[in-house]
């Protein structure tokens, strides 16, 4: 039998936990924890970003100057692919499935969710097509409305005016003429 290492304490006292020790293990605990959660957020970006390539032909088509749609892979506690402001892909929960959703003012709507690539891209085809469509129509200035009958034509208050003056005057010199007469 060997002899415990007594460093100065009783044989008979319990040998003191060293904090050191618990510490380490409590790291190496933690490290194994981390890189499992690392490995899966790896995983899910890296699926991810394989839906991004995947929709590099459909993105190739959309005209230069519709710049509605920024798409990107965001790195946060969950990646998402972006597609524009309001909609992007997740992975689900068992990290296999892709969540296509869109944020609405009403809650976040689930538009397609599968296994497979194909499936979210066409999905991804379809809102695209109809978000550009909304924008011509949001483009569109419908014309006035033409009215049926012309207004009627302004008549100008200028030669009236003049008409009354001469009026006017005329009818000053007629008293003026007049009084001239009866007094003489």
Same mark, same amino acid.
């Given at each position: 039998?060997?002899?415990?290492?007594?460093?100065? =304490?009783?044989?008979?006292?319990?040998?003191?936990?060293?904090?050191?020790?618990?510490?380490?293990?409590?790291?190496?605990?933690?490290?194994?924890? +981390?890189?499992?959660?690392?490995?899966?957020?790896?995983?899910?970006? &890296?699926?991810?970003?394989?839906?991004?390539?995947?929709?590099?032909?459909?993105?190739?088509?959309?005209?230069?100057?519709?710049?509605?749609?920024?798409?990107?892979?965001?790195?946060?506690?969950?990646?998402?692919?972006? =597609?524009?402001?309001?909609?992007?892909? $997740?992975?689900?929960?068992?990290?296999?499935?892709?969540?296509?959703?869109?944020? +609405?003012?009403?809650?976040?709507?689930?538009? &397609?969710?599968?296994?497979?690539?194909?499936?979210?891209?066409?999905? !991804? +085809?379809?809102?695209? &097509? /109809?978000?550009? =469509? %909304? /924008? %011509?129509?949001?483009?569109?200035?419908?014309? %006035?409305?033409?009215?049926?009958?012309?207004?009627?034509?302004?008549?100008?208050?200028?030669?009236?005016? !003049?008409?009354?003056?001469? $009026?006017?005057? &005329?009818?000053?010199?007629?008293?003026?003429?007049?009084?001239?007469?009866?007094?003489?």
């Amino acid at each position: 039998m060997s002899e415990p290492e007594t460093s100065g =304490i009783h044989p008979s006292q319990p040998r003191p936990v060293r904090l050191r020790d618990a510490l380490l293990r409590a790291r190496i605990e933690a490290a194994d924890r +981390t890189g499992v959660v690392v490995d899966l957020r790896d995983a899910e970006v &890296a699926r991810l970003e394989i839906l991004h390539d995947s929709l590099d032909p459909l993105f190739a088509q959309v005209p230069e100057q519709i710049d509605l749609f920024d798409r990107g892979i965001s790195q946060g506690d969950t990646p998402r692919l972006w =597609i524009d402001v309001v909609a992007h892909i $997740l992975m689900g929960r068992d990290k296999r499935m892709y969540r296509f959703v869109q944020d +609405t003012r009403f809650g976040r709507i689930v538009l &397609a969710e599968s296994h497979d690539t194909s499936v979210i891209v066409e999905a !991804v +085809t379809d809102y695209v &097509a /109809r978000r550009m =469509i %909304e /924008r %011509e129509h949001a483009m569109v200035v419908p014309p %006035e409305p033409k009215p049926d009958v012309a207004p009627p034509r302004r008549r100008s208050r200028f030669w009236p005016f !003049v008409l009354g003056f001469v $009026l006017g005057a &005329a009818a000053l010199f007629g008293v003026a003429v007049l009084a001239a007469l009866r007094s003489w």
